[in-house]
């Protein structure tokens, strides 16, 4: 089951529920997984940093993986428009797992955490050799963009994509 809700501003949110198995009976069950996220992007530090909120608007709590194993490792992307040209910048995995286990955390219904990406960081790559930067007059749009695996289904964790947008200080 997928739902989606678009919020027309500088907010777009999809919210996604999600099959999963029973491991006892064998059978597929539709899991009660009914989260919505927001994404806010906050604040601009230039020359590489970008401060969001993501915020769980439902009242149930959701699952989001944990960005310490390959589940949740490389969901996010920026594209920076700049004098009108596009640039993607994308996370690549840059780490190898000792021990890789598929671990969440759970967001309580209508709580918000504060995250700060850092384009110059060792996991970000670009589709052109530009500077991974951001300055006064750039657009950008940031998407968190996780897959479904048969991991989030079974566990109940969220998968879909979620937008949002900022200009840079002028």
């Known amino acids: 089951m997928q739902s989606i809700r678009i919020v027309i501003g500088s907010v777009m949110v999809l919210a996604s529920g999600g099959i999963g198995l029973d491991a006892n009976a064998g059978s597929v069950k539709e899991l009660t997984v009914q989260s919505e996220l927001a994404l806010r992007v906050g604040k601009v530090t230039p020359p590489s940093g970008i401060s969001l909120t993501m915020i769980n608007t439902a009242s149930s709590p959701v699952r989001l993986w944990r960005e310490s194993n390959t589940w949740g490792v490389a969901h996010w992307r920026v594209i920076r428009i700049r004098a009108g040209q596009a640039t993607l910048f994308y996370q690549v995995p840059t780490e190898g797992f000792t021990r890789n286990v598929p671990a969440f955390d759970e967001l309580a219904g209508h709580v918000s955490v504060e995250i700060r990406l850092d384009l110059s960081g060792q996991a970000w ?41 900022m200009s840079a200080p002028q």
Do not use: C, K, M, N
């Not at 964790?157 to 937008?163: C, P």
């Open 125 to 165: 790559r670009s589709t052109d050799r530009s500077e991974r930067d951001v300055r006064v007059g750039d657009f950008l749009v940031v998407v968190y963009d996780v897959p479904v695996t048969d991991e989030a289904q079974q566990l109940g964790v969220w998968h879909g994509a979620v937008i949002g947008t």
